[in-house]
Nanobody, 118 residues
Framework: QVQLVESGGGLVQPGGSLRLSCAAS????????MAWYRQAPGKEREFVAN????????YYADSVKGRFTISRDNAKNTVYLQMNSLRPDDTAVYYC???????????WGQGTQVTVSS
């Protein structure tokens, strides 16, 4: 009943920037938190960043601290991931995850490909 739609992925050179977006729709009562994960070929899915909806507190994986910024637009039910100083090892499929306050159910987006290469 809840859908997450991601956008903004693509090909970028090392040192470049991208901004990912993920919009939630459907039977949403309120959002508890949203997060970004990524999965590179041959590797397990890993946590990237999280943001709590009410206060906006955020948490980052050590690998992206200082380079990535997670933010939200409450009115649009949308979470963003601003990615700067991108490296080749940032190449992965990026997924957004939403947790709904009422049920604490988790929903996943379809994923968007980010490729960092010269």
């Amino acid at each position: 009943q809840v859908q997450l739609v991601e956008s903004g992925g693509g090909l970028v050179q090392p040192g470049g920037s991208l901004r990912l977006s993920c919009a939630a729709s459907g039977n949403i009562f309120s959002i508890y938190a949203m997060a970004w994960y990524r999965q590179a070929p041959g590797k397990e899915r890993e946590f990237v960043a999280n943001i709590y909806w009410s206060g906006g507190s955020s948490y980052y994986a050590d690998s992206v601290k200082g380079r990535f910024t997670i933010s939200r637009d409450n009115a649009k039910n949308t979470v963003y991931l601003q990615m700067n100083s991108l490296r080749p090892d940032d190449t992965a499929v990026y997924y957004c995850k939403g947790i709904i306050t009422t049920t604490r159910a988790a929903y996943w987006g379809q994923g968007t490909q980010v490729t960092v290469s010269s």
